[in-house]
């Protein structure tokens, strides 16, 4: 079998190497260089803090998973010369700042452990313990050991590798054009700058950018991009342990509001430098500096930490995710065009369902049962019809020939 | 030798006295003049560094001199990163000389009670 | 008449100044320095004046002629130590110009927000200095280091110092260090005398236009003399050693590449080594506010200095390296049109003839000082190559080799070369430069080639820095009074 995969992301990644592990044949095509997009411009969070329960819950949790083995088997794969891809474990805070926040942060925690996540809440006294500097002024705090974060660009780089181990082949600066489509109707491979591909399926893994891979094939995907921007402090002496977060990150993640939103996501990295994070906007693909998406950062930043006043901060940056209407990845075959497939839509978790959504779409692709239900991930599901059917353009139906 | 302070009395372009100041550096005094940078003070007095860094624990002071390279940074009446050959030197600045070293990657904590499980 | 803002008090910016000025235009003038005069003419602060600083300094009546026009005019104002962090792009106009003022990394400084009806770019360039093993101890410094250090403070930094690396600049910065106490063990230069040749040569009139330029190198040649500081060519810093700090310096000849001539080492003690390679523009600034690039990675102008954006101006080092005649003169050109005026203007025939004639022997200079390949292989695998984060080299090919051949940008992520404080002013190019050499083709691009646009998209993000100088977390948070 051979598989075509549209994105050097970590999605397109992760894929290529679940594929190619599998014995099949995997072409990688990147229209830029690897890691040049989505995967590049984010934090590198595993989160279950900020899922109810829910379909991207249980995948999440799947990811979560796997990703202790295949930290294990990147390792052992590549050696001590690789970098390392910084996975850790290092447990996440949820805190409320204000008195109507502590309750709803409770009750959505209680909910998240009927779903069997590790949903600590704990005392403030508990969260200073935890999070020695943190505000405390907090009203309440929720402790989640599960939470983890990576080094997104090393972790892909990582994967790619690995794949290419497995014999995966990656071609950068290919744009695809357009697909090729048998007599049947079936996509068969895809036309690109540099010449042709021939393959019995193509997975479109191009982040906020697979709306416009899609059409090239000949369909359109509902794929938004919204943008979101991080700020970076210089390094500074280690006093943010966890990941940090005030407790209206989870209402932001689950909206469609296309106007700014800002939400506290604090943590500190390998280099001893903090992350701070992050907005949302859906503006298109808009990259214009605006002060004030960053001033609203550092001023949330600095309710939960109010040490990070006299912090330096030398850096922003950002990228776009992957916004779908129904807030679901798309994980599986479109019913509309035999031989695409498509891994995307993860918003802002793509870096942590990554190896889930490889590992399911290799399962798929193999005709093999995936761990997980893939039913609620699938192109087909009905909460995305409503998207998809004003968009359907005419294409030949293979099953009807 | 190292680096020094040309006294007025050898230099060429005369400049006029100028009035002595002291500042502390890790709680030793150090004295200039007013008007030096930081840097300036602690290179007259024949100190060539100060910071250590983070990953290989090596000593740095000035390297560019003019504020592009953020080696010389120190901390200053307890304010962090501040390049000392862009901050001029004021009587009685109290420096720290800065070494932040690189966070360890730590075992998750256990909060008493914790390992019950799910409270 | 037109609001006209000026960022930096250089040369090139106090020269925009007083063209603005005489157009009548209302003038903001920032430096982040409470001085005027830029890195050239930097000098001893007024609380130790001197009434020979022109000792130390070429066009010094120059500077003190525009600095009291400048400070006594009503219509300019000039701000001191205002530190411009980020600009926000506004379609057809300048843009947002966002600036922090106060004490240098200060907190709680005030903020000013300017929207100008002209923008007039004169930040400057900063010392390019290329790795060698050892460059990282105390006691090795830039040649700008060793110049700001005289001039502006009247430290020496050695008794015993050896400077090198390329470029004409080299020259003042050993009579700066002669002047202020040091004794200089010699200047090496890395080109050799073919290539000086070859670059000084082909159009000497050009240099006998440059009549200022020559008496400037002219007087420093003396200088040399009078002091017996040996002059060489072709000769480079390969290596400094010492415990903690420098002791020994080794140099080395090299060929016309740069390579170094193994068997040619001469390893000499010294208290400080003072290095410069040439200089790199600092266009952080001009990228914020949207400015083109070209293919030689300085600021593209128009004849009257006005970039690719509208209303935004640039005038000195980041539209090329020229020295001070011609950031004096493209200053000029770029006040007097961003004050409305003509570049047909009879007032301007001079600058634009000035222009003509430096832009001339500017590259002249670069034709002999340019940076060669070479120099690649004084490196070790320990030689660190990104200092903040010390990066080594062989991290850097142990992280292409990895990856086999990840892109400029994966490998700067990756291995955290240019990810530190500096955010890559000192290793930027120099990382770039060992990348495409180490993994050939590695350009980004979000092009659908890897051609040249691939090359210039690298460079763009390795100097664009969205928040152009550091400032603390709180001040980001304040809203603007």
């Known amino acids: 079998m051979r598989v075509i995969v549209i994105?050097?992301?970590?999605?397109?990644?992760?894929?290529?190497?679940?594929?190619?592990?599998?014995?099949?044949?995997?072409?990688?095509?990147?229209?830029?260089?690897?890691?040049?997009?989505?995967?590049?411009?984010?934090?590198?969070?595993?989160?279950?803090?900020?899922?109810?329960?829910?379909?991207?819950?249980?995948?999440?949790?799947?990811?979560?998973?796997?990703?202790?083995?295949?930290d294990a088997e990147l390792r052992d794969e590549l050696g001590p010369a690789f970098p390392s891809v910084e996975f850790e474990r290092k447990g996440g805070v949820v805190v409320a700042t204000t008195a109507q926040g502590a309750q709803p942060l409770h009750d959505f925690a209680a909910l998240q452990r009927t779903a069997g996540v590790d949903a600590r809440p704990v005392s403030r006294d508990d969260a200073l313990l935890l999070e020695p500097h943190l505000n405390p002024a907090i009203t309440a705090a929720i402790h989640y050991p599960e939470d983890a974060q990576v080094q997104p660009v090393i972790m892909t780089e990582a994967l790619i590798a690995s794949a290419k181990l497995s014999g995966a082949q990656f071609f950068e600066n290919e744009a695809v054009l357009a697909g090729i489509r048998s007599p049947g109707g079936e996509l068969v491979g895809v036309r690109t700058t540099r010449g042709t591909h021939h393959a019995d399926a193509v997975v479109v893994a191009a982040g906020p950018w697979s709306g416009d891979v899609s059409e090239a094939l000949g369909l359109s995907l509902p794929v938004k991009p919204r943008r979101g921007m991080v700020l970076v402090t210089s390094r500074m002496p280690h006093r943010i342990f966890h990941k940090v977060y005030d407790g209206d990150y989870v209402g932001v993640v689950g909206s469609s509001n296309a106007a700014l939103q800002t939400s506290s996501v604090i943590e500190t990295t390998a280099a001893g430098t903090v992350l701070i994070g992050?907005?949302?906007?859906?503006?298109?693909?808009?990259?214009?500096?605006?002060?004030?998406?960053?001033?609203?950062?550092?001023?949330?930043?600095?309710?939960?930490?109010?040490?990070?006043?006299?912090?330096?901060?030398?850096?922003?940056?950002?990228?776009?995710?992957?916004f779908m209407p129904d807030h679901l990845p798309v994980i599986g075959p479109d019913p509309r065009l035999p031989g695409l497939w498509h891994a995307t839509g993860h918003e802002g978790a793509g870096i942590g369902l990554s190896v889930a959504t490889g590992a399911m779409l290799a399962d798929l692709l193999a005709g093999a049962p995936p761990a997980l239900d893939a039913a609620p991930f699938s192109p087909a599901r009905a909460s995305l019809a409503p998207f998809l059917a004003p968009f359907l353009t005419p294409f030949p139906d293979s099953r009807a020939a | 030798m190292t680096s020094f302070l040309l006294p007025p009395s050898d230099d060429p372009i005369r400049p006029a006295e100028a009035s002595g100041i002291r500042i502390a550096v890790d709680g030793r005094p150090v004295d200039g003049l007013a008007g030096q940078s930081i840097a300036g003070v602690l290179l007259g007095s024949g100190t060539l560094a100060w910071r250590t860094t983070s990953k290989n624990a090596r000593p740095r002071g000035v390297f560019c001199g003019i504020g592009v390279c953020y080696d010389c940074l120190v901390e200053v009446n307890g304010q962090r990163d501040v390049r000392a050959c862009q901050r001029r030197a004021a009587d009685g600045d109290t420096v720290s000389t800065q070494y932040d070293a690189l966070p360890e990657v730590a075992e998750p904590i256990e909060l008493p009670g914790e390992a019950d499980g799910r409270a | 008449m037109p609001d006209v803002l000026i960022i930096g008090a250089g040369p090139a910016g106090l020269s925009a100044a007083r063209a603005a000025r005489r157009l009548g235009a209302a003038v903001t003038l920032l430096d982040s320095s409470d001085e005027l005069g830029g890195q050239y003419w930097r000098h001893l602060p007024p609380s130790r004046p001197s009434e020979r600083e022109s000792v130390l300094h070429h066009g010094w009546a120059t500077f003190t002629a525009l600095r009291s026009e400048l400070e006594t005019d009503d219509g300019c104002t000039i701000i001191r130590g205002a530190s411009v962090w980020a600009i926000e792009t506004r379609d057809g106009r300048p843009g947002a110009v966002f600036a922090v003022i106060g004490e240098p990394d200060g907190a709680g400084r005030s903020q000013r927000v300017f929207e100008p009806d002209a923008l007039v770019l004169a930040t400057g360039a900063h010392d390019r200095t290329l790795p060698f093993p050892g460059w990282d101890l105390p006691g090795v410094f830039t040649a700008g280091a060793a110049q700001a250090l005289a001039k502006g403070e009247r430290v020496a930094i050695g008794s015993r110092v050896l400077v090198a690396g390329a470029g004409p600049f080299l020259l003042p910065v050993a009579a700066s260090l002669v002047a202020t106490g040091s004794t200089v063990i010699g200047v090496y230069e890395a080109n050799r005398t073919k290539s000086l040749l070859a670059g000084w040569l082909p159009k000497p009139w050009q240099l006998l236009r440059a009549a200022k330029k020559g008496t400037e190198l002219a007087g420093y040649v003396l200088n040399h003399l009078q002091h017996r500081i040996p002059y060489r060519l072709g000769v480079a810093v390969v290596r400094a050693d010492g415990t903690d700090r420098v002791e020994t310096v080794t140099i080395a000849r090299v060929d016309a590449s740069w390579a170094p001539i193994p068997g040619t080492e001469q390893t000499i003690a010294v208290d400080a080594v003072c290095v410069g390679h040439g200089f790199t523009p600092r266009l952080e600034l001009a990228l914020a506010a949207g400015c083109a690039l070209g293919a030689d990675d300085f600021v593209t102008v128009d004849e009257g200095q006005?970039?690719?954006?509208?209303?935004?101006?640039?005038?000195?080092?980041?539209?090329?390296?020229?020295?001070?005649?011609?950031?004096?003169?493209?200053?000029?050109?770029?006040?007097?049109?961003?004050?409305?005026?003509?570049?047909?203007?009879?007032?301007?025939?001079?600058?634009?003839?000035?222009?003509?004639?430096?832009?001339?022997?500017?590259?002249?200079?670069?034709?002999?000082?340019?940076?060669?390949?070479?120099?690649?292989?004084?490196?070790t695998d320990d030689t660190v190559v990104c200092r903040c984060e010390e990066?080594?080299?062989?991290?850097?090919?142990?992280?292409?080799?990895?990856?086999?051949?990840?892109?400029?940008?994966?490998?700067?992520?990756s291995s955290r070369a240019g990810l530190g404080i500096c955010q890559g002013r000192v290793c930027g190019r120099t990382v770039e430069e060992l990348l495409s050499t180490l993994s050939p083709g590695h350009s980004d691009g979000p092009g659908h080639s890897d051609g040249p646009r691939s090359a210039a998209a690298d460079r763009v993000r390795t100097d664009r820095r969205p928040i152009a100088v550091p400032l603390r977390l709180g001040e980001l948070a304040a809203e603007p009074g």
Request: charged share 20%; net charge neutral.
């Open chain 1, 278 to 322: 992050s907005s949302r906007q859906q503006i298109g693909f808009d990259t214009r500096l605006t002060v004030a998406v960053l001033r609203e950062l550092a001023q949330k930043a600095l309710r939960l930490f109010p040490f990070l006043s006299e912090m330096m901060v030398m850096r922003s940056y950002g990228g776009f995710r992957p």
């Open chain 3, 391 to 413: 990066v080594s080299y062989g991290d850097l090919c142990g992280a292409v080799a990895a990856t086999g051949g990840a892109s400029l940008r994966s490998v700067k992520l």
């Open chain 3, 306 to 379: 006005q970039t690719s954006v509208s209303s935004v101006y640039a005038a000195g080092e980041i539209t090329g390296i020229g020295g001070v005649d011609l950031a004096l003169a493209e200053g000029e050109i770029a006040g007097h049109v961003a004050a409305g005026g003509s570049v047909l203007d009879a007032r301007l025939a001079s600058a634009l003839a000035h222009r003509r004639t430096y832009l001339a022997f500017a590259d002249r200079i670069e034709n002999a000082h340019g940076i060669e390949t070479g120099w690649q292989g004084w490196l």
């Open chain 1, 7 to 70: 994105g050097g992301g970590i999605i397109g990644a992760a894929t290529a190497r679940s594929l190619s592990r599998r014995g099949i044949d995997v072409t990688v095509l990147e229209r830029g260089r690897n890691v040049g997009g989505t995967s590049s411009g984010g934090e590198g969070n595993l989160l279950l803090s900020d899922k109810g329960p829910g379909d991207e819950l249980r995948l999440t949790q799947y990811s979560s998973t796997l990703w202790p083995v295949v």
